[in-house]
């Protein structure tokens, strides 16, 4: 049952449009956990899709449709207990989820029959989502931003020589240098995770199976 | 600006309207600055930085900065002979290798620190974790802070010891380093510290458990209590650093408060305890740039 969830999976990949699989990679320790199952079964029904559209039809900002696991996560976590509780304490009353529940029945259809209609739907609904969030940025005008990015200076201003001295045999020194000529690097994170070197944080979600 | 990989008519219309109106406001704004400026002293032509923010600030806001982050002036902690046999103290050396080494572990494993590293490399200001980041000696009232005389993130190592802590720490002290970065953050001026701490405690801290124990909501006191737990957070940070009355502080950060409060760059949601929404903000952050 497994195995089969894998090769799924990686049928479900090359069905995909090229530039998404990024977005589908880093998902992928995620997908193998959760009801691999349901995703491999879309997957093999739309590469089955007789009627695939050609590229013309293709809508412009199709990478902006995420997987469907995705919407029903979130559908599903809007309308959980503990998300209930959040939304009355930021805003005051309960979030409308019936945006969640549209885009992932458009992505049920997307995926499924390959209907343009409603992949645009799902990506004026993202686009929506974006303008709300930007929107909230752009009105803090507390404070100008800025045109021509921070000088050298502005950004490292020289540190006084005592505290310099200090840093020059320090962890964080000898991790900067192994940054600096290639030896270390910060890494993707989720493989940090799963590694585990030096244990779990205590406020990331930490459980997970393992496939194999 | 965030980089937009691939924009659509219809959203660049509705950003080039609310920068517009953003403009609008901006325009405004300045003109009435302008205004009252002629008839004070003159203008600052830029946000002040190094020595120009040191001769700017007052002498009794130094003073408290000074008593917080005693090692800020380069000299290192000498703990007192009672300090040591009774206060647990004697151990600096050992207290910043710990510290340095979780720092390192939080940059490598935390997604919600990594978001901020990232959006602070996409804009133009790369985090060297040793030039920006500083492991210290503090005041037992603080756990980090920001210095924006020399641009470092101050993790306290005798009062942050766990991962967590520090966590929460980076995130904080990352998002006053992001305003920076991005804006003509001037930190002499009260409104842009308080907006600036305002958008710390929204994205980084007030769950509800945190705001029942700091005292701005209870089991029966839950309706939107969570704009009260940021604005207190808010004002005790900018008295922290500041020398004013506590009502005045709290007047300050009520004045900008609509507006830092909705601004949620670069993390984008208001993180719930116990939920994805870490992860999700992360894998997000791609589509607005912060690769």
Redesign the interface.
Known sequence: MRLTGIFCLADNITARETNRN??VE??NF?LQTTKFSFHCKFAMTGSENEKSPTEQDKP??L??VKPCEHYK??YS?CRSF??R??Q?????EMTDCSGWKSDLDNCYKWEGKQDLEAANNII?SE?GR??Q??????????????KV??SEA????P?????EK??EA????L??DG?KSGEET??D?DE??RTGA?G??????SSYCCIV | ??TW??C?E??EE??AR??A??KA??AA?MAKKAADAAAAAAPKQRPL??NALIDAMKSEDLAKCRSLYPERG???YKPSWWNIMFGGEGREGLD??KC??N?????????LV?IL?DALKA???EV????????EVCDHSVTGGYDP???QVVVCQNTAR???LI??VLTHELIHMF?Y??????LTDA??LA?TEIRAANLAHCS?LS?WTYGS?SPFN??????ECVKQRATDSVLAVRDMPKEEAREIVES?FD??Y????PI?R?I?R???D???A??ER???GYI
């Not at chain 1, 009355?88 to 005051?92: C, E, L, M, R």
């Not at chain 1, 502005?154 to 201003?157: D, N, Q, S, T, V």
């Not at chain 1, 779990?200 to 979600?205: A, I, K, R, Y």
């Open positions: 990024f977005f880093t998902q995620h412009k900002h990478w902006m996560d979130e976590d503990k998300a509780f959040h009355y304490f930021v805003a005051g004026e686009k974006v303008r969030r930007l929107q909230g940025h752009y009105n803090n005008d507390i404070w100008q931003p800025r990015p921070l502005e950004w490292k201003p540190l006084p020589p005592s505290i200090g840093y320090s962890f964080l020194q991790k900067a940054i910060l890494g994170v940090n995770i030096g779990m944080l205590d406020s990331e979600q | 600006m965030p990989v691939d659509s219809s959203v509705a950003l609310l920068d109106e953003s406001n901006a704004r930085s190094g380069g000299d290192p910043k290798i340095e080494r720092v390192w572990q939080i940059a490598k494993k935390s997604h990594r590293l804009s133009g200001c060297d974790i040793r030039r920006h980041i500083s492991c005389i020399l641009n766990y991962q967590g966590q929460g305003d970065c991005r804006n003509k953050m001037d409104k842009h907006c509800f705001a909501a839950i309706k939107q209590r969570h704009q900008v507006k830092c909705g601004d949620l760059e984008g208001r719930r116990g939920s994805d870490i992860r999700k992360y894998k791609v589509y607005y």
